[in-house]
């Protein structure tokens, strides 16, 4: 048995509500993107596309250890960005403006970690953003770059690595289903233990609710 696995920091409530106020009028105007839903809007730091069910709970514990080695920190949301170009686009995201540091310490440090217990990391190279939309065909975006640069920039303080297994098209209208393993304090405060019993929704553990 294997596990889709990815650790992130989420934006809180404040920050997905603002954003999403941006978002919600776009979402039907142009059939060539699919937005991302604000319960899977994340910052990844690692993932793991097959991770073996020997090495979850060991990934689990280094990355408790890779959280408690980084402060919480602050974070600001601004600008636009693409995957691969602006003339054919497959992925269009919010940038990171404050942030990327700390977001690369975690990610290069989470990598290590799942490499020791036998997990394979993603590969490709590290580029700290918020998907907000994919492409169903590429196509040129430079519009719709314009449009994310015109909605400023959102600030909060992160303060805990979510790990999360994503369980594709379990979710409603066949989107993945989100499930929080653990929620890691960053700077090794106190935080809600690795697969806790009762597989709270992944929505409401990352709210806090």
């Known amino acids: 048995m294997t596990n889709r696995i990815f650790a992130a920091i989420f934006p809180p409530p404040h920050v997905v509500d603002r954003l999403e106020e941006y978002i919600a009028p776009r979402r039907e105007v142009d059939t060539r993107l699919a937005w991302v839903f604000p319960e899977q809007w994340h910052l990844t730091t690692l993932f793991v596309d097959d991770c073996p069910e020997r090495s979850v709970e060991p990934l689990l514990e280094r990355l408790t250890e890779v959280a408690g080695r980084v402060n919480p920190f602050r974070v600001r949301l601004g600008g636009a960005g693409c995957f691969p170009d602006p003339f054919a686009v497959r992925v269009l995201y919010l940038d990171v403006a404050q942030g990327r ?96 019993a009762d597989h709270c929704s992944a929505w409401s553990a990352i709210r806090g609710t």
């Open 101 to 196: 540091e700390e977001l690369a310490v975690l990610s290069r440090n989470g990598r290590a970690a799942a490499s020791l217990v036998g997990a394979e990391p993603d590969g490709t190279r590290f580029t700290p953003h918020l998907t907000l939309a994919r492409a169903r065909r590429r196509f040129e975006a430079t519009k719709w770059l314009r449009v994310i640069e015109s909605f400023g920039s959102f600030e909060f303080t992160a303060e805990e690595l979510v790990v999360v297994q994503s369980h594709l098209r379990q979710g409603a209208s066949g989107r993945s289903r989100y499930e929080v393993l653990g929620r890691l304090a960053l700077g090794g405060g106190a935080g809600v233990s690795p697969r806790h």
